[in-house]
């Protein structure tokens, strides 16, 4: 292109553009044409000397003699403004007449930028918090499995108790019946087995006493057992839960990890574009 047909393209640039856009077409020594948009005004003037602005990237593509695409930062800027320059340069006939730029505003790559930032710092927060959550998790899940054996533990011994009071049970019922022969026995002996008789009363009663008190024990038995065992089954679904819960929370770990450092990428493009 030519500084003839940049001049004629000038004004029909900002059509190709979504953005904010400042057209500037330099001879090698004048502003020729200078097309300020009102959001992004560098005050440049048409007929202005090139000498002005010999640090604008439209001067650096004339003394590279090459395309430029260059983020100026504001701390870099003449204009008290940051922008991004897009510089060609123009010949005639292989001979360098100047160079035409499009200046478009950084707004959004700012915006984009900021963006970045802060889900960077709110995805490290939330990773901080899902690595938290997945050492608590991996740790109910630890305790709900000590829970299940020892509460298995503890079934087992009631089964062994239960055991216990059915023998008490048996003995019980043969000592009523050594308690009942023994009373025969008396009633034969007459009045010299009176002695023998109160003693196999006793029998009886305390017989009896044991049966009663095995039955109770073994009706407590059985309600704790159930008990035991309905916790038992809980916890089996609690563990398989918290086991479930952190596996998912490792996952989600890893992928903030991920989300973290796409969004760290992305901060770092904009740090060195």
């Not at 090139?50 to 439209?58: D, F, N």
């Not at 025969?184 to 008190?213: N, T, W, Y």
Request: hydrophobic share 40%.
């Amino acid at each position: 292109m030519n500084l003839e047909q940049a001049v004629e393209i000038a004004p029909f640039m900002k059509d190709f553009y979504d953005e904010d856009i400042t057209v500037l077409v330099f001879s090698l020594d004048k502003v020729i044409v200078a097309i300020n948009h009102e959001n992004l005004n560098l005050k440049i003037t048409n007929d202005e000397s090139t000498s002005k602005y010999e640090k604008l990237v439209t001067m650096q593509c004339v003394r590279e003699k090459r395309r430029l695409v260059i983020r100026v930062p504001i701390s870099k800027s003449q204009f008290g403004i940051s922008y991004i320059a897009i510089a060609n340069p123009l010949w005639m006939n292989g001979v360098l007449q100047g160079a035409m730029t499009v200046v478009i505003s950084d707004q959004r790559y700012d915006e984009l930028k900021k963006v970045g930032i802060d889900l960077s710092e709110l995805v490290k927060s939330s990773h901080t918090a899902s690595e938290e959550l997945s050492a608590s998790s991996e740790e109910l899940a630890a305790t709900a499995r000590t829970m299940e054996s020892g509460t298995s533990v503890a079934k087992a011994g009631l089964e062994k108790i239960n055991g216990i009071s059915q023998d008490i049970r048996r003995i019980s019922a043969q000592t009523s019946i050594l308690g009942l022969n023994a009373s025969i026995e008396a009633a034969r002996a007459g009045d010299k087995g009176r002695g023998f008789a109160v003693v196999a009363d006793e029998v009886r009663k305390l017989s009896e006493g044991a049966k009663q008190s095995a039955l109770a024990i073994s009706e407590d038995i059985t309600e704790v057992n159930d008990t035991v065992s309905s916790l038992i089954e809980h916890i089996k679904q609690l563990a398989m839960v918290s086991e479930n819960q952190a596996m998912d929370v490792v996952s989600l770990t890893k992928s903030l990890g991920e989300i973290s450092k796409m969004a760290e990428e992305l901060v770092s493009h904009g740090d060195h574009s």
